[in-house]
């Protein structure tokens, strides 16, 4: 019951355990995670592409993706607003402006194209020849590796999580509030309730969430696991400026796994440098509890 998940972890605990001291190393490392996110997601998109009468499933893509992302979003924002109730509003002065939003919106459009991109190659392909799911699987274990080793090397420290109680609790209440999004989304399109879970269990970390359930549930339920991610980075991107005066939890809670990565220039340009510690930590907590979970809640309908 546990092997499929033993073997997706497997990889993230060995490069977790791999310290790396070198620069060069580490940014050939984050370049190649990019890299093969790229790649895991044009398989992806062969895969949906092998979907028998796939335009008959686009509706099941759709739906599901618009019923968890409004379910969650419903769940973290009020638990991140309870949040916020203790805590008052932020403080200090804004941060130095960062990148544009169209230019962080047009990244994430880039992916989805690389996954319509694999559908339309997928269409001339042979499915009995091309063993694309050997192909994704090997590739998300690659993946896996790089990316325990990443985190492992992030310079976060167990001392330096437990002495940041506000990334904490961001953390803490976004799993939990995720997880009861999750349970109403299922209940409401009749999944099973581990399935909800796992969808909950992203954290906005798109391509790690479309992948792993795409390997354990199919393309079609990938595919919208990916967009619930997507949409939900897309739309943190767009109201955390304006939530982070009154509601800083929120700002940062929102954005999952990515406070620490994609949404990171948009958060320090809101809220300034006091900020930054807590979404790192609240990032790195959720990235390293994403897969785990995912792969648990999976295995529990195995």
Known sequence: MYSGLLIVLLPLALGY???CRSQSIVHFINVSVA???????FLMGISLAFVDNLSAHLGTIFSV??????????????????????????SGERG???????????DSVKLCLVIVGGVLLGQFLDPEWFAVDNLSEWALMLLLLLIGIQLRNSGMKLRQILLNPWGLAIALVVMSSSWLGGLAGAWLLDMPLSHGLAFASGYGWYS???????DQLGPVLGSAAFLNDLARELVAILIIPALMRRHPSCAVGYGGATAMD????VLQRAGGVTVVPVA?????????AGPVFILSFLSLSA
């Open 17 to 19: 355990c791999i310290p």
């Open 280 to 288: 790192i930590v609240s990032g790195f907590i959720l990235s390293l």
């Open 65 to 90: 993706c618009l019923v968890f992302l409004g379910c969650i979003t419903l769940a973290n924002l009020a638990g991140l607003w309870l949040l916020d109730i203790k805590r008052g509003r932020l």
């Open 35 to 41: 890299r093969m996110v790229y790649l895991i997601l």
């Open 96 to 106: 130095a402006p960062a990148i544009s939003k169209w230019a962080l919106l047009l």
């Open 262 to 265: 994609f949404t990171l220039p």
């Open 208 to 214: 790690l969430s479309g992948i792993l359930i795409s």
